[in-house]
Structure formats: C-alpha cells, structure tokens
C-alpha cells in the first residue's frame, strides 16, 4: 500500500502563490504516476496536473497550465504543486494522487485551498 499526506494549503488573496506537498510513504517503488486533483463541493473532481515518477515529464489542465508547476523529489518521496497567480476560481480542496503499477490507486485526505477575491 502508498499512503499519501498533502500538505500546505490556506487561504491566500487573489494574485497570491501557495505551494502545495504530498508525501508519500509505503510501497514508493510501485509509484509510476503522481498527480494532482481538486474538488469544489456538489461538482466532480477535476484533474489539475501529473508527473511521472521516474522520467519527470508532466502534463497539465489547460485552466491551470503556465500558473501552476507539478514537480517531484524522488528522495524525499515528495510531490510539490507550485501555484501562482491564484484566483477565487482555484478554491477547492486538493487531493494527491498516487498511480501505481499494480491497482488500486491512492488517494490522500485532501488541503483545503481557499483564494479569496
């Protein structure tokens, strides 16, 4: 099993940066994919940005592409999300994704990501 703890969220105004990490901990080697998501309440999660694990090529939602940064430390078994140029438009809770070569994937608990306008 992966477990997975993200960290990093708040409340931030409009124009502000937060930066967001998921550490993962348990069966790391079966990582192949680590990914970001968020929700807003009574709508589906929605994909933010992914990275692989190994080779590092990432891969982003057009709405957040050239403000946010997806990037991983292998030794620390830690994802970061770099986020700039916040809008009320980015609130939502965030959750870490782990993709693995043998299902299922996992999840993290979710940080709560609040821009205020």
């Known amino acids: 099993q992966v477990q997975l703890v993200e960290s990093g969220g708040g409340l931030v105004q409009a124009g502000g940066s937060l930066r967001l990490s998921c550490a993962a901990s348990g069966r790391t080697s079966s990582i192949y994919i680590m990914s970001w998501f968020r929700q807003v309440p009574g709508t589906e999660r929605e994909f933010v940005a992914s990275?692989?694990?190994?080779?590092?090529?990432?891969n982003y939602a057009g709405s957040v592409k050239d403000r946010f940064t997806i990037s991983r430390d292998t030794a620390k078994n830690t994802v970061y999300l770099q986020m700039n140029s916040l809008s009320a438009e980015d609130t939502a809770v965030y959750y870490c994704?782990?993709?693995?070569?043998?299902?299922?994937?996992?999840w993290g608990q979710g940080t709560q990501v609040t821009v205020s306008s």
């Open positions: 990275i692989s694990w190994s080779g590092g090529g990432t």
């Open positions: 994704k782990a993709t693995t070569f043998f299902p299922p994937d996992y």
